[in-house]
């Protein structure tokens, strides 16, 4: 079988976009598969997929123009099966607003937030926005760009720095430059922060609890990538309802969603109540990636992870049966 794996891309996430897709070509190569790498940035998309005939493609782009339902529109118009999930699920999920917008309207519990749009941001003082906060839910926030992965474009707001005006001026003017409207959330606090993978077509498998704990107490782009800064701990070390009830809703958001193929969930933890985060239809797959950890944890090796990924973008089911016993934890 021949595939192509398309990584790198333009987007602020292009490094980690060209880890995860060179780890999954070396897997997808030691599956037994006739592979190709493409990267849009240097290569003619079209002509090197017109040229190669991929039976399927992975998609390791990470960011916009990758997970944002782009690339997939694309491979749609040219009949290629690809990786993951399909244009409007990719779009929804790929912008935090629309996602937790719709996971309010279901009943889903997502951290209080409200927008800012670059144009109202300049006709307005900063002290109007810190008034709204004080009234809405109160610092500490997060000021996040939407569309942006890897944790980046995510600022925190908190009294350990300057004031909160200076916080949300520099804030603002770095999220501005990612993007026109910007998500102001609320801190939840104290939390314990776990992922959820997810694996499935018509229907979903949870992969076991991810706790996630770094050195300083944010989980930002230099705990996230750097060695040492930051551990996983599977399962998470929360009660075993919570991390059952965790599973169950990361299942129905990705359902809500429409997700195929694979994803990952993301959840802040107060106690015994759950909210969602951010949900990435496309997670990292480099050697300190999240959801493969997990699949390692039940016996799905990185090599098997891909594979699983490749047949259900050409319309098989993941095997629920194999590990049904391990959806629910103890």
């Known amino acids: 079988m021949k595939l192509a794996v398309i990584l790198g891309g333009t987007s602020s996430e292009r490094e980690i976009s060209l880890k995860s897709g060179d780890a999954i070509y070396k897997s997808l190569l030691r599956n037994g598969y006739e592979v190709d790498k493409i990267d849009p940035k240097y290569d003619d998309l079209y002509r090197k997929l017109k040229s190669l005939k991929p039976d399927s493609v992975f998609i390791a782009l990470h960011g916009l123009g990758g997970e944002d339902g782009s690339i997939q529109g694309f491979l749609e118009q040219l009949k290629i099966p690809y990786t993951g999930s399909k244009v409007l699920a990719s779009s929804l999920c790929m912008n935090k607003i629309y996602t937790q917008t719709i996971m309010k309207a279901h009943n889903i519990p997502v951290p209080e937030f409200f927008t800012v749009k670059k144009k109202d941001y300049n006709e307005t003082d900063i002290k109007r926005i810190v008034n709204k906060i004080e009234q809405s839910f109160g610092f500490p926030v997060l000021v996040k760009a939407p569309s942006q992965g890897s944790t980046l474009g995510i600022y925190f707001i908190n009294s350990t720095k300057t004031s909160y005006e200076q916080q949300l001026k520099a804030a603002f003017t770095s999220g501005f430059e990612l993007e026109n409207e910007l998500l102001i959330e609320k801190m939840i606090t104290p939390n314990d922060e776990i992922t959820i993978g997810l694996l499935g077509n018509d229907k979903a498998f949870p992969l076991p609890t991810l706790e996630i704990t770094t050195v300083t107490g944010y989980y930002d782009y230099d705990t996230k990538y750097t060695k040492g800064m930051c551990e996983h701990i599977i399962p998470a070390r929360l009660p075993e309802a919570v991390r059952n009830k965790a599973k169950k809703l990361a299942v129905e958001i990705y359902e809500i ?19 969602l985060i951010d949900i990435n239809t496309i997670p990292g797959f480099t050697e300190m990636s999240l959801l493969p950890d997990a699949a390692a944890s039940i016996g799905i090796t990185f090599d098997m992870l891909t594979n699983y990924i490749i047949q259900m973008s050409l319309g098989h089911e993941f095997p629920f049966e194999k590990y049904k016993d391990l959806v629910y934890e103890k």
Not at 259 to 275: H, L, P, Q, T, W
Request: hydrophobic share 40%; net charge positive; glycine share 16%.
């Open 257 to 275: 969603l429409g997700c195929k193929g694979f994803a990952r969930a993301d959840f802040m933890v107060k106690g015994n109540e759950i909210y």
